[in-house]
């Protein structure tokens, strides 16, 4: 059986990964055919398929998985892990006997215990002592809602998470009241328009960026830049004697690493060095988004008729598509001064062109809006499960990459 699956991720106060909730469907409407929701979930959990995915999807992280009332009475989680899964019990689950007994046992056996879009009600006050952690929807309800919600928890000693974290600013309003989990795509965003003073590494990885986007840059000059920064110079001899290229022979020089790499893999290499370096002190996570999005529209260049994109162009697209957040300035700003084609520019900036359309199918995926999926598969001419399948695979390649 075939789903659909999704992440999003949930950092700590640090912006560090703590897990990911895990968003998955049989499909745009999630219903199965012919068979009730929770048979659905069974089938899934326990299709290895879904627990193979589980791991690659979590990269070895938390993993919070919603459970209505009857997969928890079912003894449905058992199914999974105990330390690496949080049991989500959904808003609609009432507080009863056999629920508090259900969650006292999955407790026991080592799992976390997380209520999902919780609001106080007297009956969960004897649920308190066995939940690790509280998610707070921060998008439904208002500054003086939340305060009263806190007041009532006030001698809760699990953690609480904040949801639909859009904006640094949200991020830091849910800090500031006590959150330490924060769930949504606000690191993905600019944390305050600046003007960032470029360090010298990070200038030679840009100026790289540039001079291996020219159609016929020359061997000598790539070499001579790379050689002006010693961890340049490792990273990518690193890079051309990694797994990923499987060699016979070690390369122990510049120009030799470059030749043997060829055009179209150096560029990769610059596009994934210069992001890396200009996302320092930013969040691992925003690296690895970056880097999924490049790999994925790399990967529906490839194998789209529809629409006739390089896909060398299609990986740069989508590496440079997060250098807002990475350097705390608008798109427009940052990519007025760098000497990339207008191709690329154009889809980043303007939202307009096939690439924006592969960059919109990447952030459908990002969000699990598999109706919408459906949508730009019917444009894309390729069935949804093809665009899932290539996502998961760039999932992998990305976090296996930003290890390296």
Same mark, same amino acid.
């Given at each position: ?20 909730? &895990? ?17 659905? +979930? ?15 999807? +979590? ?12 997969? !928890? ?26 629920? !508090? ?32 952690i509280i998610k707070v929807d921060f998008r439904a309800m208002n500054t003086a809602h939340i305060n009263q919600l806190l007041k009532d928890l006030r001698f809760f000693t699990g953690r609480l998470l904040a949801e639909k974290i859009e904006t640094y600013d949200e991020y830091q309003q849910a800090k500031s009241l006590g959150f330490t989990l924060f769930q949504g795509y606000f690191f993905a965003r600019p944390e305050l328009i600046q003007k960032r003073v470029l360090s010298s590494s990070q200038a030679v990885c840009m100026r790289l960026?540039? &001079? ?103 990986? !740069? ?34 939202? +307009? ?22 949508? &730009? ?9 093809? !665009? ?17």
């Open positions: 059986m075939f789903f659909y699956v999704a992440r999003q991720p949930i950092l700590n106060e640090s912006k560090a990964i703590y897990g990911y909730e &895990l968003l998955f469907r049989d499909g745009p409407n999630n219903s199965f055919p012919n068979i009730a929701s929770d048979e659905a +979930t069974i089938r899934l959990v326990e299709g290895s398929e879904f627990n193979a995915g589980v791991k690659l999807l +979590t990269d070895n992280n938390f993993a919070f998985v919603n459970f209505s009332e009857s997969a !928890l009475l079912d003894g449905l989680p058992s199914l999974l892990p105990t330390d690496k899964t949080v049991i989500e019990l959904l808003e609609d689950i009432p507080p009863t006997p056999a629920i !508090l007994e259900a969650v006292q046992r999955y407790k026991g056996e080592g799992y976390q215990i997380a209520l999902d879009d919780f609001e106080y009600h007297p009956g969960w006050h004897e649920f308190l002592p066995y939940v690790d960026l540039e &001079l291996t986007s020219e159609p016929n840059y020359h061997i000598d000059s790539v070499a001579e830049l790379i050689e002006q920064d010693i961890g340049l110079t490792y990273k990518l001899l690193k890079f051309v004697n990694s797994a990923f290229f499987r060699r016979q022979s070690e390369i122990n020089s510049i120009q030799q690493a470059i030749v043997r790499l060829g055009q179209v893999e150096i560029r990769k290499f610059s596009a994934l060095i210069a992001a890396a370096s200009l996302a320092d002190g930013k969040p691992d996570e925003l690296i690895k988004l970056s880097f999924i999005r490049a790999r994925f529209m790399e990967l529906l260049a490839q194998h789209n008729e529809q629409y006739k994109v390089e896909p060398a162009s299609a990986f !740069l697209t989508g590496v440079l598509s997060k250098l807002d957040a990475m350097m705390d300035n608008e798109l427009t700003v940052i990519l007025s001064g760098v000497a990339i084609a207008k191709e690329i520019k154009r889809p980043l900036i303007e939202g +307009t062109g096939p690439m924006a359309f592969f960059l919109r199918t990447c952030e459908v995926l990002e969000q699990g809006n598999w109706t919408q999926l459906e949508r &730009l598969a019917q444009r894309l001419r390729i069935k949804p499960a093809q !665009l899932i399948e290539y996502y998961q695979q760039a999932q992998q390649w990305g976090q296996s990459f930003a290890k390296t």
